[in-house]
């Protein structure tokens, strides 16, 4: 059984930052890819950043040079550092690790970009 736990959502002013972490617990297999989706209310789920166990990363292009993924393999938690947040960037963010073919989801934390 695998579960992924996400902390650090919260509310922030525009062009603040935020870093979300994500643990991963269970059986992790060496080769995964983790990232981050986001889902705002009425939108569908899209990929935000993600990186594999090798470190090759790979963004959405409205965060590119914003925000910044990058992993522990260690300690099998992925993060994302997000500055100069936009009203746009509000969602649920959601972990994701992807191995053997198959998809494990965390709870989501919510992100608020507000004034």
């Known amino acids: 059984q695998v579960q992924l736990v996400e902390s650090g959502g919260g509310l922030v002013q525009p062009g603040g930052s935020l870093r979300l972490s994500c643990v991963a617990s269970g059986t992790i297999f060496r080769f995964n890819v983790m990232g981050w989706y986001r889902q705002a209310p009425g939108n569908q789920r899209d990929l935000v950043a993600s990186?594999?166990?090798?470190?090759?990363?790979d963004y959405a292009d409205s965060v590119k040079g914003r925000f910044t993924i990058s992993r522990d393999n260690a300690k099998n938690t992925v993060y994302l550092q997000m500055s100069s947040l936009k009203p746009e960037d509000t969602a649920v963010y959601y972990c994701n690790i992807f191995m053997a073919d198959r998809d494990y989801w965390g709870q989501g934390t919510q992100v608020t970009v507000s004034s």
């Open positions: 990186i594999t166990n090798g470190g090759s990363t």
